[in-house]
């Protein structure tokens, strides 16, 4: 993509810059004659026009800081020794104009040039107090005038230095956002895909041992492929179409030109359909709830169906179990979700597996408990607490309405053939 640049500006920007630049050589010339006037009384048309000038030098350092404190430099050294004033009041407003260019210089360039700087300052500084001030107030002067050069110099690079603690901090905060991200993206696909791809490992494993003499059940394996297939394309497509929901929505439509499905997030609510695509994998699936179901938090909807997913996964692929049980129980506080198995367990440290490790992480990030591991009775246990919003915020006192009748916890078992 190209810019252009608009000629009037630019030819305005030009002549700003000539006429800075003008006023900044004139400078040391307009504050020698003040000063030296300054014998006969100064004239407030002389020091207004000298500090006018003496701000633009000052703004001319922040951006180039050399030619600009070069010239200041100078003007002052003429203005103070040139002229044999003795007067102290001009030499404290070297000091002071001359400092504060340094500190500028301090907070805008590296150490090495800004102490190069502030040297160059004290130098000149020391140059102009020799010549007019003398006896025991010479070290006086001298220490006085590089103690302000010292906190000059250490008070713009301690704001130089914030400033790149705060850069730092900025990169390594998006850093972490970066990594977040990604490891979220991650447990998604590992969630949805290991689970899907697991089921249709074995179903084409039941089709192609069938085929030959039991085409039915072989017909069955690959509508069930078909139908995981569709579902982990659809859930591909949410997932794409929300890390590029920023982006015009013309790349998600199909080839008719209708927009690609995006279903919504998964949740508890989807159950019964990770309970059947189970079934057909061979493993029976009972799932038991407790307690009064109410509406979740999107995020933890989705982190409790994940959980119950992967660890559902792991009884198909892992345990050699013909069926587990999941558990979730709407406490108070929290919601209680347990998956049990009676297979042969498996060893949560295996090397390269990730399911555990997103359980946990899921988990972990809605500050929650998560255990996993071999049942001493035999078999596998996963076990998840998540926290839960307050189901009766506070309110504002209204009439007492009826006592609502206290209905027992209901239990609710789903079976699969």
């Given at each position: 993509?190209?810019?252009?640049v608009?000629?009037?500006?630019a030819?305005?920007?030009?002549?700003?810059?000539?006429l800075?630049?003008?006023?900044a050589?004139l400078?040391?010339?307009?504050?020698?004659?003040t000063?030296?006037?300054?014998?006969?009384?100064?004239?407030?048309?002389?020091?207004?026009?000298?500090?006018?000038?003496t701000?633009?030098?000052?703004?001319?350092?922040?951006?180039?800081?050399?030619?600009?404190?070069?010239?200041?430099?100078f003007?002052?050294?003429?203005?103070?020794?040139?002229?044999?004033?003795?007067?102290?009041?001009?030499?404290?407003?070297?000091?002071?104009?001359?400092?504060?260019?340094v500190?500028?210089?301090?907070?805008?360039?590296?150490?090495r040039?800004?102490?190069?700087a502030?040297?160059?300052?004290?130098?000149?500084?020391?140059?102009?107090?020799?010549?007019?001030?003398?006896?025991?107030?010479?070290?006086?002067?001298?220490a006085?005038?590089?103690?302000a050069?010292?906190?000059?110099?250490m008070?713009?690079?301690?704001?130089?230095?914030r400033?790149q603690?705060?850069?730092?901090?900025?990169?390594?905060a998006?850093?972490?956002?970066?990594?977040?991200?990604?490891?979220?993206?991650?447990?998604?696909?590992?969630?949805?895909?290991?689970?899907?791809?697991?089921?249709?490992?074995?179903?084409?494993?039941v089709g192609?041992?069938?085929?030959?003499?039991q085409?039915?059940?072989?017909?069955?394996a690959?509508?069930?492929?078909?139908?995981?297939?569709?579902?982990?394309l659809?859930?591909l497509?949410?997932?794409l179409?929300?890390?590029?929901r920023?982006?015009?929505?013309?790349?998600?439509r199909?080839?008719?030109?209708q927009?690609?499905?995006?279903d919504?997030?998964?949740?508890?609510?989807?159950?019964?359909?990770?309970?059947?695509?189970t079934?057909?994998?061979?493993?029976?699936v009972?799932?038991?709830?407790?307690?009064?179901?109410?509406?979740?938090?999107a995020?933890?909807?989705?982190?409790?169906?994940?959980?119950i997913?992967?660890?559902?996964t792991?009884?198909?692929?892992?345990?050699?179990?013909?069926?587990?049980?999941?558990?979730?129980?709407?406490?108070?506080?929290?919601?209680?979700?347990?998956?049990?198995?009676?297979?042969?367990g498996?060893?949560?440290?295996?090397?390269?597996?990730?399911?555990?490790?997103?359980?946990?992480?899921?988990?972990?990030?809605?500050h929650?408990?998560?255990?996993?591991?071999?049942?001493?009775?035999?078999?596998?246990?996963?076990?998840?607490?998540?926290?839960?919003?307050?189901?009766?915020?506070?309110?504002?006192?209204?009439?007492?309405?009826?006592?609502a009748?206290?209905?027992?916890?209901?239990v609710?078992?789903?079976?699969?053939?």
């Amino acid at each position: 993509m190209s810019t252009t640049v608009n000629p009037p500006a630019a030819g305005w920007a030009r002549l700003r810059a000539v006429l800075a630049w003008t006023g900044a050589v004139l400078y040391p010339v307009v504050l020698f004659a003040t000063v030296q006037d300054g014998r006969r009384g100064y004239s407030a048309l002389e020091i207004l026009v000298s500090a006018l000038l003496t701000i633009l030098v000052v703004v001319l350092v922040r951006r180039r800081p050399w030619p600009a404190f070069g010239l200041l430099l100078f003007a002052w050294f003429a203005a103070t020794a040139l002229t044999n004033l003795q007067n102290g009041v001009v030499g404290s407003l070297q000091v002071l104009v001359t400092d504060f260019a340094v500190a500028l210089i301090a907070m805008e360039r590296s150490r090495r040039a800004s102490i190069i700087a502030a040297a160059v300052a004290v130098f000149v500084q020391v140059g102009c107090t020799f010549l007019y001030v003398h006896g025991t107030a010479f070290p006086q002067a001298v220490a006085f005038i590089v103690l302000a050069g010292i906190v000059a110099w250490m008070a713009g690079n301690s704001i130089r230095v914030r400033r790149q603690h705060a850069v730092a901090m900025a990169v390594r905060a998006t850093e972490q956002a970066v990594t977040a991200e990604r490891l979220r993206i991650a447990r998604e696909l590992h969630d949805m895909v290991a689970h899907s791809i697991g089921i249709i490992a074995i179903q084409a494993g039941v089709g192609s041992r069938v085929i030959d003499t039991q085409p039915d059940e072989a017909r069955n394996a690959l509508s069930a492929i078909e139908a995981t297939s569709r579902d982990t394309l659809a859930g591909l497509r949410r997932m794409l179409g929300a890390l590029r929901r920023a982006e015009p929505a013309a790349d998600e439509r199909g080839a008719a030109g209708q927009h690609a499905p995006l279903d919504p997030a998964p949740g508890l609510a989807d159950l019964g359909r990770l309970v059947d695509a189970t079934a057909d994998a061979g493993v029976r699936v009972d799932v038991r709830r407790l307690g009064e179901r109410r509406a979740l938090p999107a995020e933890l909807d989705l982190s409790a169906f994940r959980i119950i997913q992967e660890a559902v996964t792991n009884v198909v692929r892992h345990a050699g179990a013909g069926r587990c049980r999941v558990t979730i129980d709407y406490r108070d506080a929290e919601l209680d979700i347990e998956i049990i198995d009676d297979g042969r367990g498996c060893d949560i440290d295996t090397p390269g597996g990730y399911g555990i490790i997103g359980m946990r992480e899921r988990a972990g990030l809605l500050h929650g408990h998560f255990t996993a591991g071999p049942r001493t009775e035999g078999g596998f246990r996963v076990q998840a607490r998540l926290p839960l919003p307050d189901p009766h915020p506070a309110t504002p006192l209204t009439p007492a309405a009826p006592a609502a009748a206290v209905t027992p916890a209901t239990v609710e078992t789903v079976e699969t053939r």
